[in-house]
């Protein structure tokens, strides 16, 4: 195959040889000629090619021409740059013709950088066979002459068989440990400041050179050389330079993490680190509370159906349906199963006050025995009226006789059992923490070990019941009151939008806010909550929507997408869904919110509460169906509770998959983008000038003829070839997922090998590699790639733009008309936005890019009605 090489701008070439930087001048990564440019404008230097890759630093570019891929790299070290200097007129993916502009480069400010502008132009030899570039003057050309003509030989395109089990299954890991290696040689993470990498080249801001072994790194097989730039060491790669990067990055990803965890912490706000902070406490109990929750729910289970009595922590009046839990008659096996579902709960405390310990890195053993004295049995005595201990009143600081109790409550500074108060253990162990840093050196080293223990524990008891707890007591009683205000709104509304707002909370980091209201909520009425109740049903919600779009869309690439994140909903994790599809296409969010607010209000007028935690997603439903673990008496029984709330589950998903149905659009149609556009553009032209009757009523003509400018057959046009779109975006996806099923199938196999070598199992080694070697679809992708060819043939990517190009033009001749008055300057500056509109089928699916956003309308009108304001002010 021949291929010509023209003059990309006006130049002197040489001999690639001759190149200042000796990766290049020894071919290391393939021959070609060097360009010395003499102007600054470059143009394509092939009769045709695509843009294969654009590097982000504009610096280099790689393109395909007829199956063989050429480099064009501009200047040395210009990767330092970080594409300052370069203006790029390109994308990737598109199609040229000989000189066809490229780039431009500010010479002026190369100059000022002392920065070569050597240009090696190379053939890459991935898939070549044999390569003779024909013979050239070393002279000056002006551009479009022809330099060369480059003669390629190209490999013969076949599947690569191993037949040696050694050779294949060692290299299952083969990038992780290039990188491995090479940090190794290059002295560590700790002997460089930076690394980051080129087309070809991994570079390391070196700090000491004489660590940097550069022999082992020569010997490595993924190595092409090495070069010094004063302090930047360079490893030359090739292309695969980037998977190297790549896992070099992941494994210095968690000692990153751990050094920046400190400074990330102190740079957030104090709301914003008490949450950090309670997350990170409670996320290390949450195993236990599902646990402890699971068997509470088995209790309620079984009392429900009358398999094992209805056992009260206080003795029962003669004829109750319950039996006191120290009746002699009571089998010593439900005791005990009561006792480790209740305890559990009773004295969560203790387990917070561990993980808080070992959040604040606190004596543990200390820490445990605080919490044993705020959690102490004895102030139980029989349990009191609720079976949570009983409360002393010390005074009353703001006599309040409202008639609510929670209200008259709050006037009240009262010593109670902590073993509820959650924030008043964490407290407290912090408090214990600083005790125990300001003791520490203070004490005699002979009386060390007796007296700052006792000091710590008796200080931090004595605070935390006569101060941090009866404070939480006013805070709590407060909260639960204004809780109990919003639950009373009418029709549910306060719940309801309580709830409709929850994975919205998820979505910007602030559900944990949600959850600390459910559980104080659940705290003030002793172990039920209406707020918790909308939590579970916010997540189905959300699972709900999904699934609408599941159903509902033409896009398998989405669809496909979709299912994956509906198995980590049906567990309770919304994250997925959120962030995958919910929220970027926006309506699915708003469906699910929708109908959990819908059914929110439901459950808030018909009281179903949430009792105990048992699990996430699925496993949470059980819950329902319990008693509290705190002694509250919720206004449903369980089994009436577990009923509704199951069916407001399934009628949330339901709802929810309804609403994103009817509100899903795979995208906006061009023909509301554009209303939307006249709309705003009418207003700002009402806004901006004095106008007279017939001046509005001329506007408003213009208006209604904008608006219906786009005739039906090119408005069918559109919606025909958004048809075509799907179709090749669908057999794109299938091809993606055959080759994902064959890559899984390979890693298995890969992984099975891989045990097999390291126990010398040759024959299963040997089967494996058989097994390797006959896997392949490439028939079948190369069908389904013929039949995506022949639907993108038929879409005509020129055809659409041409004729997004026509109407793009009518519109704006009309648009002009919008200039009432010669004072309005708005037509020249819309071109961007009506392209966008136009062409939105092609950007949506990344056909071509988005054009910059010139026009701000909004902006626009903004300045202009705070103008106004200003105007009428002063008038």
């Known amino acids: 195959m021949e291929i010509k090489i023209y003059a990309p701008i006006n130049c002197r070439i040489k001999k690639l040889d001759k190149c200042f930087d000796q990766t290049f001048a020894q071919k290391l990564m393939g021959d070609g000629i060097l360009i010395e440019p003499l102007g600054s404008e470059f143009c394509l230097p092939f009769k045709e090619a695509s843009v294969s890759l654009i590097f982000d630093t504009k610096h280099a570019y790689v393109f395909n021409v007829e199956g063989v891929e050429f480099l064009l790299h501009c200047g040395l070290d210009t990767v330092k740059l970080n594409g300052k200097g370069f203006e790029t007129k390109i994308k990737n993916k598109q199609k040229l013709r000989k000189g066809d502009p490229l780039f431009e480069v500010d010479l002026k400010f190369m100059k000022s950088k002392k920065i070569s502008l050597e240009t090696p132009l190379i053939v890459i030899p991935d898939n070549i066979e044999n390569i003779s570039i024909g013979n050239f003057e070393e002279k000056e050309y002006k551009k479009g002459e022809l330099i060369c003509v480059v003669e390629v030989e190209i490999k013969e395109q076949q599947k690569t068989v191993v037949s040696d089990p050694q050779i294949l299954f060692a290299n299952v890991n083969k990038y992780e440990s290039e990188a491995r290696e090479i940090n190794k040689f290059v002295g560590s993470p700790s002997n ?63 000692i990153s993490s751990i050094a920046n965890n400190a400074e990330e912490f102190n740079k957030k706000t104090i709301g914003k680190r008490f949450f950090s902070m309670f997350a990170s406490i409670a996320v290390k109990v949450i195993p236990s509370t599902i646990g402890l929750g699971l068997i509470q729910a088995l209790i309620s289970v079984l009392v429900l159906f009358g398999a094992m009595p209805n056992i009260s922590i206080a003795p029962v009046a003669e004829g109750s349906s319950q039996i006191w839990l120290l009746d002699p008659t009571l089998n010593i096996f439900w005791v005990i199963l009561f006792i480790t579902g209740r305890t559990g709960a009773v004295f969560m405390g203790i387990v917070f006050a561990y993980s808080a310990a070992d959040y604040f890195k606190f004596n543990k053993i200390l820490a445990l025995t605080i919490a044993t004295i705020l959690c102490s049995p004895l102030i139980f005595y029989d349990g009191g009226q609720l079976g949570m201990g009983y409360e002393w009143i010390l005074f009353r600081w703001l006599p309040l006789n409202t008639g609510n109790y929670l209200v008259d409550k709050i006037g009240n500074f009262t010593v109670s059992l902590l073993s509820i108060k959650i924030f008043v253990l964490i407290g407290a162990i912090y408090f214990a923490k600083k005790v125990d840093d300001f003791l ?38 407060m909260f639960g009151a204004s809780m109990s205000y919003v639950a009373k709104a009418p029709l549910g509304i306060g719940v309801g939008l309580f709830g409709a707002m929850w994975q919205v909370a998820v979505v910007f980091g602030l559900h944990t806010v949600f959850g600390i209201i459910s559980m104080l909520d659940m705290l003030s009425n002793q172990g039920f909550t209406k707020f918790g109740a909308t939590a579970p049903i916010s997540a189905w919600a959300q699972f709900g929507a999904l699934l609408g779009v599941v159903l509902i869309t033409k896009d398998k690439k989405l669809q496909k997408e979709g299912k994956g994140y509906l198995i980590s909903g049906f567990m309770g994790i919304t994250e997925p869904t959120l962030y995958g599809v919910n929220l970027p296409r926006k309506t699915p969010l708003i469906a699910g919110a929708l109908s959990t607010f819908i059914i929110g209000c439901i459950f808030s007028m018909l009281n179903v509460t949430q009792r105990v935690v048992t699990g996430m997603g699925v496993f949470e439903t059980i819950g329902y169906f319990s008693g509290t673990a705190l002694g509250g008496v919720p206004p449903l029984g369980n089994l009436e509770n577990g009923l509704i709330f199951t069916a407001g589950l399934i009628l949330s998903i339901v709802l929810a998959a309804a609403f994103s149905i009817l509100m899903w659009k795979e995208r906006p149609s061009e023909k509301s983008q554009f209303i939307i556009l006249i709309n705003k553009l009418v207003k700002l032209v009402k806004l901006q000038n004095n106008l007279t009757k017939e001046e509005v009523e001329t506007l408003n003509s213009i208006k209604k003829e904008l608006i219906n400018s786009l005739s039906k057959e090119e408005i069918k046009f559109i919606k025909q070839k958004q048809k075509e779109m799907l179709q090749i975006v669908s057999m794109q996806e299938e091809i993606n997922s055959i080759i994902d099923k064959e890559e899984k199938i390979k890693t298995k196999i890969l992984t099975k090998g891989k045990k097999a070598v390291s126990k010398n199992n040759t024959k299963l080694a040997n089967e494996l590699v058989i097994k390797y070697n006959s896997i392949s679809n490439a028939d079948q992708i190369k069908n389904i790639e013929q039949r ?63 054009k910059e956003n010139i026009f701000k309308i909004e902006n626009e009108l903004k300045k202009t009605l705070a103008n106004n304001k200003k105007i009428n002010k002063n008038i």
Not at 200 to 229: A, Q, Y
Not at 233 to 251: H, M, N, P
Not at 803 to 831: G, M, R, Y
């Open 788 to 850: 995506k060819n022949d639907a993108i043939e038929k879409f005509n990517v020129e055809t659409y733009l041409k004729f997004s190009e026509n109407i793009s033009k009518k519109v704006l001749l009309k648009i002009d008309q919008l200039k009432i008055k010669n004072e309005i300057t708005i037509d020249s500056d819309i071109a961007n936005n009506v392209f966008n509109i136009f062409n939105s089928l092609l950007i949506t699916y990344n056909i071509i890019e988005k």
């Open 440 to 477: 520490n050196g203070k004490i005699p080293v002979s009386l060390d070990l007796m007296f700052r223990p006792l000091i710590v524990v008796t200080t931090t008891a004595f605070a935390s019941y006569f101060v941090f707890g009866p404070i939480w007591n006013i805070f709590e009683s």
């Open 192 to 254: 460089y400041s930076d690394y980051y990498n080129c087309m070809t080249r991994l570079r390391f801001k070196i700090t000491d050179k004489n660590l940097v072994n550069e022999s082992e790194i020569k010997k490595m097989p993924i190595c092409k050389g090495i070069v010094w730039s004063g302090n930047e060491f360079q490893v030359i790669i090739g292309q695969d330079v980037y998977k190297v990067k790549d896992e070099l990055t992941r494994q210095n990803e968690y």
